[in-house]
């Protein structure tokens, strides 16, 4: 059996398996269950320093006795893909247990001649996907050996692409027991990420920048694809994971389109700053947690 290595522990999360899950228990401990059970969530992929404690927002929201298959779709940082790709091994190693990959379903995803496959290097180098793996573990603790992760790597998808991978998860979406995660981050602001639009009639910088993530969340919970691509093409918001997030909508979308449509809510439960920036020397990563559930 081949196993990706925990590449970022002992850096991005602590390698120590007892003292992450002691972490992780606390985070969850200090989120509350408000918009649960997650069908699908959002959250960050960033150091657990800085957003351990947010991401626990979206994970509380998971009921797991009922999941049996959990998606994670992570944008790619360092590969150009136009599409999205798979992983080309069979379980991914967490400092608390391994994780073990659907073939099953990979199967069934390879059937639309949609998905490539990522080599082992481009796989341990994304951080994208292995950041909500720990979490996974956790959560899933009481259940090791009866679910498995359908792990997903996104590209620069064009709007077209979105809404035809959206279609493909559509109905995996649809099913109780699969989870979807979509892994983003929200604002990169500051010279070294090369974005700095601000508005002074919001305030400081760091108002600024929670003024414009803000909008794009309450575009997402409106569950508009077209409306957040508007969004994004009119600000440039640097949202690493809007490609995801883009999928997921459209994944939406389309379970909306249909007769039977079920009803959906999305919600924001909480957004941070890395730091909060001043002036045009500071730079910051916003992240933000949502959960969406089917009523």
């Not at 991005?12 to 002691?22: A, D, I, K």
């Not at 997650?38 to 320093?49: C, F, Q, T």
């Not at 919600?267 to 990563?285: E, H, P």
Request: charged fraction near 20%; include cysteine; glycine fraction near 6%.
């Amino acid at each position: 059996m081949s196993c990706r290595q925990a590449y970022h522990a002992g850096c991005w999360y602590t390698e120590n398996g007892s003292e992450l899950s002691r972490q992780l228990d606390l985070w969850l401990s200090k989120a509350d269950l408000t918009h649960g059970p997650a069908r699908a969530i959002i959250a960050p992929h960033a150091g657990y320093s800085y957003c351990g404690a947010c991401s626990a927002y979206a994970y509380r929201q998971v009921s797991p006795v009922v999941v049996k298959r959990i998606f994670i779709l992570g944008p790619s940082h360092h590969v150009r893909i136009a599409g999205c790709a798979l992983s080309s091994l069979d379980k991914y190693q967490t400092p608390l247990y391994d994780l073990t990959i659907d073939k099953q379903i990979y199967a069934e995803l390879e059937a639309t001649r949609q998905f490539d496959r990522m080599d082992e290097q481009t796989d341990e180098n994304e951080h994208s996907i292995e950041m909500h793996l720990p979490y996974i573990a956790k959560v899933m603790e009481e259940y090791k050996t009866s679910f498995t992760i359908i792990p997903i790597l996104v590209g620069s998808l064009t709007p077209e692409k979105e809404a035809k991978y959206g279609a493909i998860l559509a109905p995996y979406l649809a099913d109780p027991q699969n989870l979807l995660v979509i892994s983003s981050d929200f604002c990169h602001w500051g010279s070294r990420f090369r974005y700095t639009w601000k508005d002074s009639s919001r305030g400081h910088i760091y108002q600024s920048i929670e003024w414009l993530d803000k909008l794009g969340m309450d575009l997402i919970e409106k569950m508009d694809p077209k409306a957040f691509t508007d969004y994004l093409n009119k600000y440039g918001n640097t949202i690493c994971g809007r490609h995801p997030i883009g999928v997921l909508l459209q994944a939406i979308s389309k379970l909306s389109s249909q007769s039977n449509a079920p009803k959906m809510s999305l919600k924001f439960l909480k957004y941070a700053q890395s730091s909060q920036c001043m002036n045009s020397k500071d730079s910051s990563v916003s992240y933000a947690s949502a959960s969406l559930v089917f009523e």
